[in-house]
T-cell receptor, first 114, second 113 residues
Framework: NAGVTQTPKFRILKIGQSMTLQCTQD?????MYWYRQDPGMGLKLIYY???????DKGEVPNGYNVSRSTTEDFPLRLELAAPSQTSVYFC?????????????FGPGTRLTVL | SQELEQSPQSLIVQEGKNLTINCTSS?????LYWYKQKYGEGLIFLMM?????EEKSHEKITAKLDEKKQQSSLHITASQPSHAGIYLC?????????????FGTGTRLKVLA
């Protein structure tokens, strides 16, 4: 199993550009999450999904969009990139919430918006 | 809303020394998770605690959850350079009926050889 994979690893965007961060998991997990981690800070939840076709906002959803058409994939879309979105983005997945809810993380995407 | 506060924010210890990292919740914890993050990489799950008074160990790392389920500690015995990284606690939480998975701000550990 590859676990959780993310692409790209690094990206530099200009203000106003758009891009999609890809996330795929091969563990048949129902739950998937997108986090951002700013320098020296903890992780903040952007969006999460409890299954294909269902997504919900986390703590910091503004400026982002997600979709979940399959169990495996959970892409994160930035429509109009802003410098405040410079961060490291982590995708994660888990089997369920509550009970044993160990999350498996991808390696992260380092995004810089100039 | 529920918050997780970690202390200390950073820690530098000599190899072989013991250390403790604390995680305090503003509300009762239903599940408390400890993760380790190597610099520039994703998080790796260490342990999960659910019951008040629960204690788990893996190699030289021991995690405890207090009886009131509002504070957890992570103890490393005889630290090694391989223990260096950022340790984060995480928890299932709800705010205004909305599910959240929250993380503490992390503790940066450096172990000097």
């Amino acid at each position: 199993n590859a676990g959780v994979t993310q692409t790209p690893k690094f990206r530099i965007l200009k203000i106003g550009q758009s891009m999609t961060l890809q996330c795929t998991q091969d563990m048949n997990h129902n739950y998937m999450y997108w986090y951002r981690q700013d320098p020296g800070m903890g992780l903040k939840l952007i969006y999460y999904s409890v299954g294909a076709g269902i997504t919900d906002k986390g703590e910091v959803p503004n400026g982002y969009n997600v979709s979940r058409s399959t169990t495996e994939d959970f892409p994160l879309r930035l429509e109009l990139a802003a410098p405040s979105q410079t961060s490291v983005y982590f995708c994660a997945s888990s089997y369920s919430t509550g009970g044993l809810n160990e999350q498996f993380f991808g390696p992260g995407t380092r995004l810089t918006v100039l | 809303s529920q918050e997780l506060e970690q202390s200390p924010q950073s820690l530098i210890v000599q190899e072989g020394k013991n250390l403790t990292i604390n995680c305090t919740s503003s509300k009762t914890l239903y599940g408390l998770y400890w993760y380790k993050q190597k610099y520039g990489e994703g998080l790796i799950f260490l342990m999960m605690l659910q019951k008040g008074g629960e204690e788990k160990s893996h190699e030289k790392i021991t995690a405890k959850l207090d009886e009131k389920k509002q504070q957890s500690s992570l103890h490393i015995t005889a630290s090694q350079p391989s223990h260096a990284g950022i340790y984060l606690c995480g928890a299932d939480g709800y705010s205004s009926g909305t599910y959240k998975y929250i993380f503490g701000t992390g503790t940066r550990l450096k172990v000097l050889a």
